[in-house]
């Protein structure tokens, strides 16, 4: 059962949906023998305008629910590892619906419930190599200024120290450790 509210609200998005402008809407309320407003209207007369409305081709839509979670254990690592990623700075947006979004993008799968084992599998997979893709690049690059002689043992138990030190490795300071590795870099290319 609706209150008035609900019954004035409905009656205003018809009207909306149905592209009544306010002489066809009055015309329409006299036609169907009720007061020119909603507001001077009982329940049983909304009702009366409201179904009218739904004759006219008026349809009541009702707000799209949101799936249950998956609560299986790869769907847990799968949000444990998203939240993860987000503390650290990689994942602007937390929430379920972003992380839905996300495995959609990679897998083609609309919910986490509907993936299969071995895709849940390959996906949490992606998110560990996401935050780890840095550290690689660090590591690449700290390899290449020692080959090239750019970096010396003091430096990189300099770098190694800072880095060791950090409790958590986000996003920015993997930016920071590859910004610092760089400057080694134009300094030596400098010299």
Known sequence: MKNRTQYIQLIHIAKSQLGL?????????TG?????????????ELQKVLDHLKRSGFKVRSKPKD???DDSEQAKMLR???????GLGYVRDPSEKALAAWVK???????LQW???ETTQKT???????RWRDEQKIKKMASQLCRQG??????IHVLSKEWFQTTNITKQVSAQMLQKLKQFKEVTHGK
């Open 32 to 44: 169907l023998e009720l007061p020119n407003s909603t507001t001077k209207m009982s329940v049983p």
């Open 124 to 130: 949490i997979e992606k998110l560990k190599q996401w």
């Open 150 to 155: 750019h970096l010396a043992t003091s430096d």
């Open 67 to 69: 799936r249950s979670q």
């Open 21 to 29: 402008d306010d002489d066809v809407y009055r015309s329409m309320l």
């Open 80 to 86: 444990a590892l998203w939240l993860e990623l987000s």
């Open 105 to 111: 993008r990679e897998t083609g799968v609309a919910a």
């Open 115 to 117: 993936l299969n084992v």
